[in-house]
């Protein structure tokens, strides 16, 4: 008797532990509901959008990715379709677009994978509410990868898969997937088991140590070895069977199917790349982007070489605009970029018509010029990864090979600059001139540019400031008018000038009095 009453007494027990358990999850879902958690699943959706995220996960989609986001919110979207066809990518792109993903709480977030979510791709894919797959697509296969220093690719530390592995358990965790087989994908090492309830006969997957953490580890019952995670392997599973397992939750065959589930009525809204999406992709290329440092740098020699707020200045604005534009878009560029790239065109400037020579003012820069490209160029400060090496290589490696051509070019261009008509047409006439509209000066002869050219002109010839020098204007040595550039700020019409330095078309002059 007294046996049976405490048999009696543990199923009590038992029973008021289970209602206990099921009061503080009913009040826990509550309490998330009343602190915006997630959007409970509804039975139909009034406006569903379909973003595509396709091919490798780099920083350019993760900000075509926010585009989208914004364009999304703004009509209204309650469900979002993320369709994933993606071997994987950049780790820190997969890494923060899942976080975006995972505070989203505006609309109800799927993860629609027909063919392949590996990777990075899958890290993106459990940050969403839901996962729906094609029930031979695979998801998965999350283990980072490291390029060694022979160029070969490799496993990352154990140290590394640690703490992504670590990152995967807690997206698993806020979107209610088994945190155990989630860290699976990163960590090679980790075996997981199928484990049983023998109180609540409810099923779980835990690995040894997440069983052991457990509040009642002694009510659970480890069964069979979930194969996909056996050792020296990162799980990856297909459809139907991250289904299984809980990591999906449900399969698809097409969008249609997924529609019905969701109950979306019409089409879905697919928010396709536009113009700029295109345009931004295009100019991040490697290529264009040392196209548009050679029109730039020459464009900018050319202003440099007949002053004036001509069109060589503003074809190189519109280079350098471009690429600042289309890497803030691509998400590699931010302000201090843009401010270190007018910081140095300005030192240069100084260099070239203040102070003149190639000193101090010069280097700095050159040198804040090429950093601000180099920064602009890849989405970290400093390379710590053999791959951010990499980028970092094919970032100088533009650079120098536009620096060539553009060297090329202007040794070109220093003989032949004033040989071209349509050229010289594009660089605005210094205001003051002594010539008239038709190209005559004051003694009625015509000053060609192969005359000009014709007369060598050389330090310490002296003349007379033809117009106001601010500091470029004319000046006239003997019979022959020439552009020049004063060593200062402004010199007066009709003072005496001295030549202190000819580099091809740019004679710099200094005012006579101001030697004494």
């Known amino acids: 008797m007294r046996g049976r009453h405490q048999r009696l007494l543990t199923v009590v027990d038992h029973s008021v ?57 703004e009509l209204g979207a309650d469900l979002l379709i993320f369709q994933i066809d993606s071997p994987g990518g950049f780790l820190d792109s997969s890494l923060e677009i899942a976080e975006r993903l995972r505070d989203l709480k ?199 070489s007949a002053p004036g707020i001509g069109m060589g200045g503003l074809i190189a604005g519109l280079c350098f605009a471009l690429f600042f534009w289309s890497r803030f878009l691509g998400g590699t560029a931010g302000w201090l970029e843009v401010v270190l790239f007018i910081v140095g065109i300005a030192f240069l400037a100084v260099e070239i018509f203040i102070i003149p020579g190639f000193g101090i003012a010069g280097l700095t820069g050159l040198l804040l010029i090429f950093a601000s490209i180099l920064m602009a160029s890849q989405h970290f400060v400093l390379p710590h990864s053999a791959i951010q090496w990499q980028t970092s290589m094919q970032s100088v490696v533009v650079l120098a090979s536009s620096g060539l051509l553009f060297l090329v070019a202007a040794g070109l261009l220093s003989h032949y600059f004033n040989m071209l008509p349509v050229v010289r047409s594009l660089v605005l006439e210094t205001p003051g001139t002594a010539a008239d509209s038709s190209g005559l000066t004051e003694k009625g002869a015509k000053i060609g540019a192969n005359e000009q050219r014709r007369y060598q002109l050389q330090a310490g010839d002296w003349g007379i400031a033809d117009s106001q020098l601010r500091p470029a204007g004319k000046a006239r040595f003997g019979e022959h008018y020439v552009d020049v550039v004063a060593d200062g700020l402004f010199v007066e019409k009709g003072r005496p000038i001295r030549i202190i330095e000819v580099s091809g078309n740019r004679v710099v002059v200094r005012e006579i009095e101001s030697e004494a």
């Open 17 to 73: 532990r289970r209602w206990i358990r099921s009061a503080v999850f009913v009040l826990a879902a509550i309490a998330a509901c009343a602190h915006g958690g997630e959007p409970a699943r509804r039975a139909n959706y009034e406006r569903g959008i379909l973003i595509r995220l396709d091919g490798m996960v780099s920083p350019l989609l993760e900000q075509f990715l926010y585009r989208k986001l914004d364009a999304a919110r």
């Open 106 to 304: 505006w609309a109800r977030t799927v993860a629609y994978v027909p063919s392949e979510a590996l990777s990075g791709a899958a890290i993106v894919a459990l940050a969403c509410d839901e996962i729906v797959m094609a029930p031979a697509a695979r998801l998965g296969d999350a283990g980072p990868i490291i390029q060694g220093e022979d160029s070969l690719f490799r496993h990352a530390p154990e140290k590394i898969r640690s703490e992504l592995a670590g990152r995967l358990r807690d997206l698993a965790i806020a979107k209610g997937r088994p945190p155990s087989l989630a860290a699976a994908m990163a960590d090679m090492d980790l075996v997981v088991y199928r484990v049983h309830n023998k109180q609540t006969g409810a099923d779980d997957f835990c690995s040894d140590e997440d069983l052991a953490n457990k509040e009642r580890p002694e009510d659970w019952e480890k069964q069979q070895m979930v194969p996909e995670s056996r050792p020296k392997y990162f799980l990856s599973v297909n459809g139907e069977r991250a289904v299984e397992l809980k990591l999906a939750q449900a399969t698809a065959a097409s969008l249609e199917d997924l529609k019905k589930r969701y109950g979306v009525p019409g089409d879905l809204l697919v928010l396709r790349a536009t113009a700029i999406d295109t345009a931004v992709t295009i100019l991040n290329m490697p290529i264009v982007t040392g196209v548009l440092f050679v029109i730039g740098l020459i464009a900018l020699y050319v202003e440099f």
